[in-house]
Nanobody
Framework: QVQLVESGGGLVQAGGSLRLSCAAS?????????MGWFRQAPGKEREIVAT????????YYADSLKGRFTISRDNAKNTVYLQMNSLKPEDTAVYSC??????????????????WGQGTQVTVSS
């Protein structure tokens, strides 16, 4: 099994920054897994934020988030991070970490990922 635990969410003013962390564990977790961050705002579908391949060298970002968000990973710690800068009220959502067997350069969907964390709330006030 694979367990993913997110942390780092909270309340921040517009223009501020947050760094989310996702710690992975479990007997079947592999550092070769692709990792991703998705988010879901109230009344909206879950959407992709960013993904990273096993090496940390290849990444994918939602077009609207490029330049503000940065995904990275530390395989020695089995942890993936999401640095979020210049936050806007429309970034308010539950952010969830996910792990999957393969990374791809095209727009990923939640169906590409097998394991999910519980999510962490990010609220950006105006």
């Amino acid at each position: 099994q694979v367990q993913l635990v997110e942390s780092g969410g909270g309340l921040v003013q517009a223009g501020g920054s947050l760094r989310l962390s996702c710690a992975a564990s479990g007997r079947t977790f592999r550092s070769s897994y692709a990792m991703g961050w998705f988010r879901q705002a109230p009344g909206k579908e879950r959407e992709i934020v960013a993904t990273v391949d096993w090496s940390g060298l290849r990444t994918y970002y939602a077009d609207s988030l490029k330049g503000r968000f940065t995904i990275s990973r530390d395989n020695a710690k089995n942890t993936v991070y999401l640095q979020m800068n210049s936050l806007k009220p429309e970034d308010t959502a539950v952010y969830s970490c996910a792990a999957g067997p393969e990374w791809g350069p095209t727009r990923p969907t939640p169906h590409d990922y097998d394991f999910w964390g519980q999510g962490t709330q990010v609220t950006v006030s105006s």
